[in-house]
């Protein structure tokens, strides 16, 4: 599957038609109850060699190990027998899209493959659908969207344009999903002291915990951290879990400054407010614009939010 017939790219005073470079290919993911392993790593130790043919997405990475990273658990990358994206279920998952002026171009291509890639695992994992927002063409907003095709069919109907409200986005998303979660908890008000132990009826009327993934290429130009340290705020006055929402940045591109800041959303909130860890920060191409679609950062993108082990295993894929 691959965006094939993107928006119109302006030259001058001409309109020419740009299509996506070809996309190196679906992501095999089986069925839901399959098994899908950790991405291996493949050493001169390891019985068979990569194949020099492979140029597809997989979840079984093909390169040299690297430096060891931190996982959060001691334990080698590729050893876990579960299928890791069933954490998913549990989720509602949302995806905001950066289609700012500066996303034109190659930038808008990479988007479309990040996109592609990660909505097909996550439209499998999100029984009531995926949603999709755009930071500037509210108009193409969907919820419920089962199926990777109508994510690319809403792709191509956008022509970027416009500045990067990416705070403004985060906080109408926001507030919509913690004033369900308080009314929802309030319905049923504090349980009985001569019941202890969680109250079953209203744990089940919560809304889903929230895992936001933020496809964008660099600095947004309004305050997405008074959004964040707000929200996470909120969520301890509820006392909610600590899962309970997170929020994901994709970085797309190398432009200079983005990283900085969208890594100090990632880290620094947390010690400079003393809130809750709810952002991590994933880049989807290296510094030098080399194309990453690895299995790791498939599965960082989707679970490092909302799973502290993978937001622990850093950004060296």
Known sequence: MSFQDGPQKRHGDSVVPRRFSPHPGAVEIGSSDSIVQEPKRMDSSSSGAPSPKSSTFRLDEQKSPGPA??????KPRGSTRENQYDFLKSFDTVFVVDDSASMA????????????????????????GIDIHFLNSSQYDRTHITSPSSVRDLFNRVQPAGVTPTGTCLDRILREYLDKYADA??????????????????????????NILVL????????????????????DKLNAPLHQIGIQFIQIGNEEGAREALEELDDALEEIYGIRDMVDFT??????????????????????AVNRRYDRWGNEF
Request: hydrophobic content about 35%; cysteine-free; glycine content about 10%.
């Open 69 to 74: 990273r931190r996982s959060g658990l001691g």
């Open 105 to 128: 171009g190659k930038y808008w291509d990479q988007l479309g493959q990040a996109l592609e890639t990660i909505t097909t695992i996550a439209t499998k994992y999100d029984s009531d």
């Open 185 to 210: 908890k309030a319905a049923f008000g504090t349980p009985s002291t001569s019941s202890p132990g969680p109250h079953p009826t209203m744990y089940a009327s919560l809304p889903k915990p929230l």
């Open 216 to 235: 964008t290429d660099g600095e947004p130009t309004d305050d997405p951290e008074s959004v964040i340290v707000a929200a996470a705020r909120s969520l």
């Open 283 to 304: 880049p989807f191409v290296d510094a030098h614009g080399v194309e990453k679609i690895s299995g790791e950062m498939i599965l960082k993108a989707l679970l490092g």
